[in-house]
C-alpha cells in the first residue's frame, strides 16, 4: 500500500489566516503591493517579444491569489476589454475586490471566483495571461501547482508569478529556534532553483526567473508579529504549535533577536530589528500541447482531440 506524504500546509489555516486579515489587508501589505507593482511593470516586456503584437490583449486574464483585487485591477486598465477573473481562496478577501473599476458602463467589471488554486475550476488552455504575487509560497507541491497552471494557459500564454524564497525571516526563523526547538515558527519557503525546476518539470518553456533580498526595519519583536498577523503572513505549517507561545518563550526570542539589531539597514532604519524578505520572480511561457505535465502518478501528455489521428477502415 502506497504510503502518502503528509502535507506541509494547513490550507484550512492559510485560508482562516488571510480572511481574518481581510478587512485591513490592503493598507498594511506594503511589501506585496512593491513586488506587485514589480511583476506588472513586466508586462510591459509583452511589447518587446519577437512576433507578438504590441496591441495585443488578452481574452481571459486569471489573477491567482489576487487577495483585493489591486492586480487584477491594474491589468483591467491594461487590457479593457480583457474578461478579468480574482480567484483567491479566502470568501472575505475576495469581498473586498472592487468589481468595477470606475464609472465607465462599457467597461466589464472583475470578476470575483473562490477556489483553491490546487485544483483550479477553469477550462484546459482557456486563460491567455496567468499572474500570481506571492500565493505560491503557501503550497506543498510546487510542479503539481505549475501543472495546474499550464492546464488551464492556453498554448503561449504568459505565466507571471512571485513566491518567498528560503532567507525570507530568516532573523525570526533562528530567533525563535533558541527560544524554542519544539516546532518550527516560520514557513520554509523553495529555492530559486527548486522553483525553477518545478516550472520546468510543469513543461513551461524559456523561463526568466530573478532574485532580490528586501529588508524592513521594525522597532520590536511584537511589532514585527503584528504586522506579519497583519498581512494573514502567520505559521499555517500542520507541525506548528497549536497553542499560543508562552511569556517565556516569546521574551527569548525577542533576546535572541536583539543582537541583530540594525544588521543590514541604513539610515533612519539603522537602530531596528532587521527582517529580511527573499523576492524570487518568474516569467514563462505556457507550451504546445503535447509537452508532458506532472500527475499524481508520474507524467501525463495532453493532446487536442484534433490532433490524434484516427485510421478509417475502408
Given at each position: 500500500?502506497?504510503?502518502?506524504?503528509p502535507l506541509?500546509?494547513?490550507?484550512r489555516?492559510?485560508?482562516r489566516s488571510?480572511?481574518?486579515?481581510?478587512a485591513g489587508?490592503?493598507s498594511?501589505a506594503e511589501l506585496?503591493r512593491?513586488i506587485e507593482?514589480?511583476?506588472?511593470e513586466?508586462?510591459?516586456?509583452?511589447?518587446l517579444?519577437p512576433?507578438?503584437?504590441?496591441?495585443?490583449?488578452p481574452g481571459l486574464?486569471?489573477?491567482?491569489?489576487?487577495?483585493?483585487?489591486?492586480?487584477a485591477?491594474a491589468?483591467?486598465e491594461r487590457?479593457?476589454k480583457a474578461?478579468?477573473?480574482?480567484l483567491?481562496?479566502?470568501?472575505?478577501m475576495?469581498?473586498?475586490?472592487?468589481p468595477?473599476?470606475g464609472?465607465?458602463?462599457?467597461r466589464?467589471p472583475?470578476?470575483?471566483l473562490?477556489?483553491d488554486?490546487?485544483?483550479?475550476?477553469?477550462?484546459?488552455a482557456?486563460?491567455?495571461?496567468?499572474?500570481?504575487?506571492l500565493?505560491?509560497?503557501w503550497?506543498?507541491?510546487?510542479p503539481?501547482?505549475f501543472?495546474?497552471?499550464?492546464?488551464?494557459?492556453?498554448p503561449?500564454?504568459?505565466l507571471?508569478?512571485?513566491?518567498?524564497?528560503?532567507?525570507?525571516?530568516w532573523?525570526?526563523?533562528?530567533a525563535?529556534?533558541r527560544?524554542d526547538?519544539?516546532?518550527?515558527?516560520?514557513s520554509?519557503?523553495?529555492s530559486i532553483?527548486?522553483?525553477?525546476?518545478?516550472?520546468?518539470h510543469?513543461?513551461?518553456r524559456d523561463?526568466?526567473?530573478?532574485?532580490?533580498l528586501?529588508?524592513r526595519?521594525?522597532?520590536d519583536?511584537p511589532?514585527?508579529?503584528r504586522?506579519?498577523?497583519?498581512?494573514?503572513?502567520t505559521?499555517?505549517?500542520?507541525a506548528r504549535r497549536?497553542?499560543?507561545?508562552?511569556?517565556?518563550?516569546f521574551?527569548?526570542?525577542?533576546a535572541a533577536?536583539?543582537?541583530?539589531?540594525?544588521?543590514?539597514?541604513?539610515?533612519?532604519q539603522?537602530a531596528?530589528?532587521?527582517a529580511?524578505?527573499e523576492?524570487i520572480?518568474?516569467?514563462a511561457?505556457?507550451?504546445?500541447?503535447?509537452?508532458?505535465?506532472r500527475?499524481q502518478?508520474?507524467?501525463?501528455?495532453?493532446?487536442?482531440?484534433?490532433?490524434?489521428?484516427?485510421?478509417?477502415?475502408?
Open positions: 500500500m502506497k504510503r502518502e506524504t506541509l500546509f494547513d490550507a489555516q492559510v485560508r488571510f480572511s481574518r486579515a481581510s489587508y490592503a498594511a506585496q512593491e507593482a514589480r511583476l506588472l513586466s508586462l510591459d516586456l509583452l511589447a517579444v512576433g507578438r503584437d504590441a496591441r495585443w490583449s486574464v486569471l489573477d491567482v491569489g489576487s487577495g483585493p483585487g489591486h492586480a485591477q491589468m483591467r487590457w479593457p474578461r478579468i477573473v480574482a483567491d481562496l479566502s470568501l472575505p475576495l469581498r473586498q475586490v472592487q468595477r473599476s464609472w465607465n458602463p462599457l466589464a472583475v470578476d470575483r473562490c477556489a488554486l490546487r485544483t483550479l475550476p477553469l477550462a484546459d482557456s486563460v491567455d495571461v496567468l499572474f500570481s504575487n500565493c505560491l509560497q503550497i506543498d507541491d510546487l503539481a501547482a501543472a495546474g497552471f499550464r492546464r488551464v494557459l492556453r503561449g500564454g504568459l507571471l508569478c512571485s513566491t518567498f524564497g528560503p532567507d525570507t525571516l532573523e525570526l526563523r533562528e525563535f529556534a527560544a526547538d519544539e516546532a518550527p515558527h516560520v520554509p519557503f523553495a532553483a527548486q522553483f525553477g525546476d518545478a516550472l520546468m510543469a513543461g513551461f523561463p526568466v526567473l530573478d532574485r532580490d528586501l529588508m526595519g521594525h522597532a519583536l511589532a514585527l508579529m504586522e506579519l498577523r497583519a498581512i494573514g503572513a505559521n499555517a505549517l500542520h497549536h497553542t499560543l507561545t508562552g511569556r517565556a518563550r521574551a527569548a526570542a525577542a533577536y536583539e543582537p541583530l539589531r540594525g544588521a543590514g539597514l541604513m539610515g533612519a539603522a531596528l530589528l532587521p529580511s524578505w523576492v520572480t518568474a516569467l511561457w505556457a507550451p504546445e500541447p503535447g509537452a508532458p505535465i500527475g502518478g508520474g507524467e501525463i501528455a495532453s493532446f487536442p482531440a484534433d490532433r490524434i489521428r484516427v485510421r478509417r477502415r475502408a
